[in-house]
């Protein structure tokens, strides 16, 4: 006797999209595409932010600002780089008048924020009150289309060394914290 082998959900469906129209609303294509950009981020060499979000707002060309989402009790958020290949993507089309829009605002906490650099470092960050990302080639909004928007930001990639910071930090020789705090004592 032959054995013939079976693949049963070879030939099934996904059982929770059956329908076409939440498949392509879920889709990348049926979005805006947008690359957003700061120049501190550039000179910084920042790759990642993790930051607590209690406000998103649009600035338009003629700089006149247009709250999108307020988070009352914050909103952790992990922002990373066009080079990781993630992005964020709102749930739905932001409510923005027409025009065309130069400009995201995040408005952040007073805590839980921290910038992680290219080499892997970290730095905690207090009293900043909002963080600006250019869009490049602008967003523009017309009356008909309502499309949720894909953000996607331009950061530094990791350099190729901090993949070997864990390794080089077994090596590292420990100094000893009791003798810095007698020395810190007896002066």
Known sequence: MKTI??????????????KWSDIY??????AKDVVLQNAMVGEKGISEMVVNITAF???????????????????????????SGLFIKTN??????????????????????TFIFKDRSEMEVSGLEYIDFEIQNGLYIDGGDKK???????????????????????FKKQK?????????LSS
Do not use: W
Request: hydrophobic content about 30%; charged content about 20%.
């Open 92 to 113: 739905s089309a932001p409510e923005l008048n027409p025009g065309t829009y130069t400009t995201f605002r995040f408005y952040l906490g007073r805590s839980a924020n």
């Open 25 to 30: 609303s879920l889709s990348e294509n049926n």
């Open 148 to 170: 949720p928007v894909i953000m996607r930001f331009d950061f530094e990639p990791f350099t190729l060394a901090s993949y070997f910071n864990p390794i080089r930090n077994l």
């Open 57 to 83: 707002t649009a600035i338009d060309e003629n700089g006149k600002e247009h709250r999108i989402k307020d988070f009352p009790q914050g909103n952790l958020v992990n922002l990373k780089g066009t080079h």
């Open 5 to 18: 082998t079976y693949y049963p959900t070879m030939f099934h469906t996904n059982p929770f999209a059956h």
């Open 176 to 184: 000893s914290a009791s003798r810095n705090l007698t020395e810190c």
